[in-house]
């Protein structure tokens, strides 16, 4: 069963640091292209950044440009986003989704996670 | 930067078609897809590259896109259809979601 499991949200003060994960399992993570969605509370879905598949190329949205950083691990099956200089508006429900490209995410994301919750507050 | 334009809600009676539109600057000219999501699920993927449905969604679900307008077609809309749908595209090295539309079965 292709399968996400997203891990890392919290509670963070503003300026502070977080490490979110997505563990997959079910298909050849490093062949398609991954993505990261958030949805802030009572909003519609919002895209902060992708990676191609094995990794090449990666994307953002301006909103998240120089704070997030995408990444994966093809050892380990995981994609990872590490996200600093964190604000109240980054304050949401993180997805992250497969895309069923394998290069750019153009395609659609076919299988997401069920998220994780990320808070930025004092 | 590019944006998709959904209307905010569309109603329908159980039984009957729903349409719902994306509109974007020359969307015709990319793919795009749709998602639905419940309240506290999930998104989940209804409809990719225009108009091919993923196994296991039913085959009330069509879409269409031409010109600048994409569209999400409910046919014999039931009850459980009930959720807000968002369209996507790819755009320029970004991906870009709707804003959203909240579909209300009466």
């Known amino acids: 069963e292709v399968q996400l499991l997203e891990s890392g949200g919290a509670l963070v003060q503003p300026g502070g640091s977080l490490r979110l994960s997505c563990a997959a399992s079910g298909f050849t993570f490093s062949n398609y292209a991954m993505t990261w969605v958030r949805q802030a509370p009572g909003k519609g879905l919002e895209w902060v950044s992708a990676i191609s598949g094995g990794g090449g190329r990666t994307y953002y949205a301006d909103s998240v440009k120089g704070r997030f950083t995408i990444s994966g691990d093809n050892s380990k099956n995981t994609l990872y986003l590490q996200m600093n200089s964190l604000r109240a508006e980054d304050t949401a429900v993180y997805y992250c989704?497969?895309?069923?490209?394998?290069?750019?995410?153009?395609?659609?994301?076919?299988?997401w996670g069920q998220g994780t919750t990320v808070t930025v507050s004092s | 930067s590019y944006g998709l334009t959904q209307p905010p809600s569309v109603s329908v009676s159980p039984g009957q078609t729903a349409s719902i539109t994306c509109s974007g600057d020359?969307?015709?000219?990319?793919?795009a897809c749709w998602y639905q999501q419940k309240p506290g699920q999930s998104p989940v993927m209804v409809i990719y590259?225009?108009?091919k449905r993923p196994s296991g969604i039913p085959e009330r679900f069509s879409g269409s896109n031409s010109g600048n307008t994409a569209t999400l077609t409910i046919s014999g809309t039931q009850a459980m259809d009930e959720a807000d749908y968002y369209c996507?595209?790819?755009?320029?090295?970004?991906?870009?979601f709707g804003g959203g539309t909240k579909l209300t079965v009466l």
């Open positions: 590259q225009d108009s």
């Open positions: 989704a497969k895309d069923q490209a394998t290069g750019t995410p153009r395609y659609g994301m076919d299988v």
């Open positions: 020359k969307l015709g000219d990319k793919y």
């Open positions: 996507q595209a790819w755009d320029s090295g970004t991906v870009v």
